[in-house]
């Protein structure tokens, strides 16, 4: 068991080795697949923030009446918009990177069978990727607080961390998929139907509390409620995430 473990160790200590030898190749992969998307389009880097901000205005418009009444502890007419932006702000990333990471091997089968490079860095191109994107969105949404007359102030702080726990989370998740994806091809539209689904079991577009008390646990036990929560408190509270779950995301994510 522990040859096993050190080799384990060992291979790790490889990988990251590996890439960091290739940290040009990775930061070259990550501005040409975003040069490739800003040159395709004409509103380019936009479309990072106009679909979110299109479902905030979606929800908003639809449930705003329904649920503002139910956000207690955020003192604002736009309580609702500003609780509905944190939610998202932990959802998109995490949707990206494990829709990004379940077709990654597929996607650079060619270049894997042209060109010798460690594999790993495949995945940390694909996290540079969703990190620009993710600090594009976030910064619309602070200057969209501000403009709301909502502050988070110094809570703001932890979102470094939160980003880097739900991205460990979703590529965990998203390699796994990834790798029985290229033997079983269903496997990326199962995972499309269940991501879907997922976000209705996270309380994105609506409060825990309206759920009966006897099955909140059961929307406790996904992992993304953890995020979800945090960001939250951390956003629309202007609060610091509960330890707790940040020890459970962080431990999960190692482990898968």
Same mark, same amino acid.
Do not use: K
């Given at each position: 068991?522990?040859?096993?473990?050190?080799?384990?160790?060992?291979?790790?200590?490889?990988?990251i080795k590996g890439a960091w030898r290739y940290r040009h190749f990775v930061l070259a992969a990550i501005a040409m697949d975003f040069r490739a998307r800003v040159a395709r389009s004409r509103l380019g880097i936009l479309w990072v923030i106009i679909s979110p901000l299109v479902q905030v205005a979606?929800?908003?418009?639809?449930?705003?009446s329904i649920m503002s009444q139910r956000l207690p502890g955020?003192?604002?007419?736009?309580?609702?918009?500003?609780? !509905?932006?944190?939610?998202?702000l932990a959802?998109?990333?995490?949707?990206?990177?494990?829709?990004?990471?379940?077709?990654?091997?597929?996607?650079?089968a060619n270049p894997m069978k042209k060109i010798a490079f460690p594999r790993i860095?495949?995945?940390?191109?694909?996290?540079?990727?969703?990190?620009?994107?993710?600090?594009v969105f976030v910064a619309v949404v602070?200057?969209?607080?501000? !403009?709301?007359?909502?502050?988070?102030?110094?809570?703001?702080?932890?979102?470094?961390?939160?980003?880097?726990?739900?991205?460990?989370?979703?590529?965990s998740i998203g390699l796994i998929c990834g790798v029985i994806n290229v033997f079983i091809r269903d496997v990326q539209?199962?995972?499309?139907?269940?991501?879907?689904?997922?976000?209705w079991t996270v309380p994105i577009v609506y409060m825990i509390d309206i759920i009966p008390e006897s099955y909140r646990y059961l929307l406790m036990l996904n992992p993304m409620e953890w995020a979800v929560d945090s960001y939250h408190r951390v956003f629309a509270y202007g609060q610091a995430p509960d330890p707790t779950a940040l020890g459970a995301l962080a431990a999960l994510a190692v482990v898968l």
């Open positions: 068991m522990a040859g096993t473990v050190a080799t384990r160790n060992e291979a790790m200590i490889e990988l979606i929800f908003s418009l639809v449930l705003s955020i003192d604002n007419r736009f309580s609702y918009s500003i609780y !509905l932006m944190a939610g998202f959802w998109f990333p995490f949707v990206e990177i494990v829709t990004r990471c379940v077709t990654i091997f597929i996607d650079n860095v495949l995945p940390i191109v694909c996290f540079g990727t969703a990190a620009i994107n993710n600090v602070v200057v969209a607080y501000a !403009l709301m007359g909502h502050y988070p102030g110094a809570a703001l702080l932890w979102y470094p961390l939160l980003f880097a726990l739900v991205s460990l989370l979703a590529l539209q199962v995972v499309a139907l269940l991501l879907q689904l997922g976000f």
